[in-house]
């Protein structure tokens, strides 16, 4: 099992900046990527920004050139965003992939409020 924890969630003014981390803990032998999600009201889940243990990123391209997704030991991930749009408000949720199993784990969600 795999446990995730966000934080760095808030309100923020369109132009602003957001640091969002995730810590994980448990077995995290199994996990080949990490990475964000996001659900506005009345939206799909969807994919911002993911990060394999190889290093490879990938980026919806709504946030492509405003955000950066990073880690600095393999615990914890890391998205930065900059140049925020009220389009950015939902719900952020980190995940984590293992391969085997073949399984995705899910933190419970921060909360994003961008304001015009």
């Known amino acids: 099992q795999v446990q995730l924890v966000e934080s760095g969630g808030g309100s923020v003014q369109a132009g602003g900046s957001l640091r969002l981390s995730c810590v994980a803990s448990?077995?995290?032998?199994?996990?080949?990527?990490m990475g964000w999600y996001r659900q506005a009201p009345g939206k799909q889940r969807e994919l911002v920004a993911t990060l394999s243990k190889g290093g490879i990123t990938t980026y919806a391209d709504s946030v492509k050139g405003r955000s950066t997704i990073s880690t600095d030991n393999a615990k914890t991930v890391t998205l930065q965003m900059n140049s925020l749009k009220p389009e950015d408000t939902a719900v952020y949720y980190c995940?984590?992939?293992?391969?085997?199993?073949?399984?995705?784990?899910w933190g419970p969600g921060t909360q994003v409020t961008v304001s015009s």
């Open positions: 448990g077995m995290l032998f199994s996990i080949n990527t």
């Open positions: 995940i984590a992939s293992s391969l085997r199993p073949l399984q995705d784990y």
